[in-house]
């Protein structure tokens, strides 16, 4: 059974820094397209990020430039650094994984950012 | 851009929904939908315009290509009622508004 457990979110001041992760089991991160997703609250659902099994990264409009995604295999963990918050980007942040890329097979069950002075 | 109609369908258990997803252009066949309820994260049902993920009820079924495509529940069950989601994955993965089934 695919399980995504994510962390990190929290409380944030406009233009401060967090890095949420994702521990994954039941799939391996490193072979898997691996995602972030966000929904503010009340609102729909927004892919922000994905990276591929070879590496390669893709990054919504708005968030380019300010967030990075990344794995660690030895841990099994995706993260998403999320630089110069702004507080258009509270949400809550899902990590996800698929078999295909732009395909959300399997979502964990989200971490909160808040991004508020 | 994906719009999805209509924004709240109000019906009961046992009656068939019929949910609308239109693309501004052609997606091809890349189009998702998802359930989500509240509180939860959003559900994989449909790939591939018609193709049901695993574990999937069979009275879940969609149907379309290229810019119109429906998503249909033959027979609403009780834990059917919650917001759904078209999505393309042609180009960058964008979502439609949601489309909420309430009783």
């Known amino acids: 059974e695919v399980q995504l457990a994510e962390s990190g979110g929290g409380l944030i001041q406009p233009g401060g820094s967090l890095r949420l992760s994702c521990a994954a089991s039941g799939l391996t991160v490193g072979s898997k397209y691996m995602s972030w997703l966000r929904q503010a609250p009340g609102k729909g659902l927004q892919w922000v990020s994905i990276i591929y099994p070879g590496g390669d990264t893709y990054y919504a409009e708005s968030v380019k430039g300010r967030f990075t995604i990344s794995i660690d295999i030895y841990t099994n963990t995706v993260y998403l650094q999320m630089n110069n918050l702004r507080v258009e980007d509270t949400a809550l942040y899902y990590c996800?994984?698929?078999?295909?890329?732009?395909?959300?097979?399997?979502w964990g069950q989200g971490t909160l950012v808040t991004v508020s002075s | 851009v994906l719009t999805q109609s209509p924004a709240t369908l109000s019906l009961s258990p046992g009656e068939r929904a019929s949910l609308s997803c239109r693309a501004s252009q052609s997606v091809d066949k890349y189009l998702l939908w998802y359930q989500q309820k509240a509180g939860q994260a959003p559900r994989l049902l449909v790939y591939?315009?018609?193709n049901r993920a695993t574990g999937i009820p069979a009275r879940f079924s969609a149907t379309g290509s290229g810019t119109d495509f429906t998503l249909t529940i033959s027979r609403l069950e009780p834990e059917d009622f919650a917001v759904y989601y078209c999505?393309?994955?042609?180009?960058?993965?964008?979502f439609g508004q949601g489309t909420k089934v309430e009783f």
């Open positions: 999505q393309q994955g042609l180009y960058w993965p964008t």
């Open positions: 996800g994984g698929a078999h295909r890329p732009n395909v959300g097979d399997y």
């Open positions: 591939d315009t018609t």
